[in-house]
């Protein structure tokens, strides 16, 4: 999602294999997590990053990844591929040289990459350009005149089928989803003026965050949205956030078998943490976590397990995992003041993920000033 990287990413992975024990309330709660066995190994470093510079990365179906970065102060991109011992510039069209906005996403594989670039033109104008990356070789899909509507989010559930979140200007239209499927455009813009997020398994299973009228969930069943009761709603009669009243801006992550997941808040309060799992029919909390800590980001894989990146309001940060019913914690030791991580990404077919970190240049300077921009392999 297009937003300042000092908001912490992070992801959760899920298997349908051990659903059941690990969405079980039954004490062994993501605040009581054992730190794992897990090794930090660094792969990427690049000092003097901007903090609202994102840094994008995709994995890759034999185990690699993609890493979209910044060129510089000024516009424009580098793509760099991961072939399992360095990394290797790859190709990207000339248009990516020229835009400062991208956005990222991925199919779960790995086999495909989407990115929405914003090209700006003469006279404040800008074209929003739709590529698709597959088997080597970008193809540009779209382009509309965008603007301030770019687009803000993106969500690719399998290697034919993505769907596209636009941004809500407050002067203009709404926020509008765009879906690919197959090889076809199709709108399919669920009821709301300011949409903040999708997430999608498929075709038949995806999700959307609405400010209309307060937060809200809605999801689509393959023909139509239905207005799902927001999790943690004060004004709901049976409240599945056990200790809160509400939690603003929770992050999503969906699975092929139609189970979804939502953890927050993005933002250390003095409450518990909560995750939250939905199982085709109502929200239920299926574990608390540690106070004063925020839970930012979820994504799911098909090899088993939950992974969660947390930023305590102190301390180090840290990636939770729930695997087999059990909680575990990868500590960020190695980042020193001033680090927290930006993004997680699992490795398809494998128990390994890719973690995006930053570190504050000047830990007591500015919190708007420069950092250090890292990838780790957890393995």
């Known amino acids: 999602m297009r937003t300042a990287m000092g908001m912490f990413a992070a992801l959760v992975l899920a298997s349908a294999c051990v659903l059941a024990a690990d969405t079980a309330v039954d004490g062994r709660t993501a605040g009581r997590a054992v730190e794992s066995s897990y090794r930090w190994t660094l792969r990427y470093t690049v000092p003097g990053y901007g903090r609202d510079d994102p840094l994008w990365l995709v994995p890759a179906a034999d185990g690699g990844a993609s890493l979209f970065a910044r060129n510089g102060p000024g516009p424009g991109w580098s793509m760099l591929r991961w072939d399992g011992t360095s990394w290797r510039r790859a190709g990207l069209p000339a248009r990516f040289g020229r835009t400062w906005g991208l956005e990222i996403g991925g199919s779960p594989s790995g086999e495909t990459i989407w990115a929405a670039v914003s090209v700006p033109g003469e006279e404040d104008e800008t074209t929003e350009e739709l590529w698709r990356f597959s088997a080597g070789r970008w193809t540009r899909r779209?382009?509309?005149?965008?603007?301030?509507?770019?687009?803000?989010?993106?969500?690719?559930?399998?290697?034919?089928?993505?769907?596209?979140?636009?941004?809500?200007?407050?002067?203009?239209?709404?926020s509008t989803v765009l879906r690919w499927s197959g090889n076809a455009w199709r709108r399919e813009s669920p009821p709301g003026q300011e949409?903040?997020?999708?997430?999608?398994?498929?075709?038949?299973?995806?999700?959307?965050?609405?400010?209309?009228?307060?937060?809200?969930?809605?999801?689509?069943?393959?023909?139509?949205?239905?207005?799902?009761?927001?999790?943690c709603e004060p004004a709901s009669p049976r409240l599945p956030c056990r200790g809160r009243a509400h939690l603003n801006d929770l992050d999503l992550a969906v699975r092929p078998d139609g189970q979804a997941w939502a953890v927050g808040p993005r933002w250390p309060d003095g409450g518990a943490s909560v995750v939250l799992h939905w199982d085709g029919t109502r929200w239920e909390q299926a574990a608390t976590g540690p106070a004063r800590t925020s839970l930012t980001a979820a994504r799911?894989?098909?090899?088993?397990?939950?992974?969660?990146?947390?930023?305590?309001?102190?301390?180090?940060?840290?990636?939770?995992?729930?695997?087999?019913?059990?909680?575990?914690?990868?500590?960020?030791?190695?980042?020193?003041?001033?680090?927290?991580?930006?993004?997680?990404?699992?490795?398809?077919?494998?128990?390994?993920?890719?973690?995006?970190?930053?570190?504050?240049?000047?830990?007591?300077?500015?919190?708007?000033?420069?950092?250090?921009?890292?990838?780790?392999?957890?393995?």
Do not use: C
């Open 300 to 379: 799911v894989d098909p090899v088993g397990g939950l992974w969660i990146v947390a930023a305590p309001a102190s301390g180090s940060p840290y990636v939770l995992n729930l695997r087999d019913g059990r909680w575990t914690r990868s500590t960020l030791r190695q980042g020193g003041p001033g680090a927290y991580i930006a993004g997680v990404e699992p490795v398809p077919g494998t128990k390994r993920v890719w973690v995006q970190t930053r570190r504050r240049d000047d830990p007591v300077g500015p919190p708007d000033g420069a950092v250090t921009a890292t990838v780790y392999e957890l393995s």
């Open 195 to 231: 949409l903040t997020e999708i997430e999608s398994a498929g075709p038949d299973d995806a999700w959307v965050l609405s400010r209309m009228e307060g937060e809200r969930t809605l999801h689509w069943n393959g023909s139509s949205w239905r207005d799902v009761p927001y999790p």
């Open 142 to 174: 779209s382009a509309w005149d965008s603007g301030t509507n770019a687009v803000d989010d993106i969500a690719v559930g399998s290697r034919g089928d993505a769907w596209f979140l636009t941004g809500y200007d407050p002067d203009g239209a709404p």
